[in-house]
């Protein structure tokens, strides 16, 4: 072999082991999406029993029902659509808080939380999580919120308002 030819084979192979290690440590400084998102509730989804909505003192109350599985109560008594409450269930459940805007707000109707929309669901062991749901931003990208009884005011995305504000024609069966 030639002196030109083992110095090309170096080179070659030195690249290599820099893309080698290079890929190595990209792979570990990756951000861990997952770690960073933070869900408003953890519960266990089959634990809920009840779902309540309060839209200006407007009421939507739906319970599961034994044998019956879930059952509209009020604003009329109605059978649920499974996949629909389930689906409901799901949103509550999975909802990620985007930032907090403010741990200790001294005034709740600049966020539109003095009289907010609230969304709970309560559990087979009688816990309950209870959402207030405020003004959007004005860009409409997201909306206020906070947890009942918290003083903490979050950001949390419209995907989650809209799934929320379904009318009462969504959770009836066959719709």
């Not at 083992?6 to 190595?24: D, E, H, R």
């Not at 600049?110 to 209870?130: C, R, T, W």
């Amino acid at each position: 072999m030639n002196k030109g030819r083992i110095v090309f084979m170096t080179i070659v192979l030195v690249c290599l082991v820099g893309v080698l290690v290079f890929s190595i440590n990209s792979e570990k400084e990756k951000p861990d999406l997952q770690s960073d998102l933070k869900r408003v509730f953890l519960f266990s989804q089959s634990d809920v029993v009840e779902i309540s909505r309060v839209i200006n003192e407007k009421r939507l109350l739906l319970k599961k029902d034994g044998n019956k599985g879930w059952v509209i109560t009020s604003p009329v008594a109605d059978r649920a659509d499974e996949q629909a409450v389930e689906d409901y269930v799901n949103s509550f459940a999975e909802m990620i808080e985007v930032r907090v805007v403010d741990n200790n707000p001294g005034d709740l109707s600049i966020y539109g939380l003095d009289n907010p929309i609230e969304v709970a669901m309560g559990l087979s062991d009688k816990q309950s999580f209870h959402l207030l749901l405020g003004d959007e931003t004005p860009t409409h990208a997201s909306s206020y919120a906070k947890i009942k009884d918290l003083p903490c005011v979050f950001l949390l995305g419209n995907y989650y308002r809209m799934k929320l504000l379904v009318n009462l024609d969504y959770f009836r069966r066959g719709n």
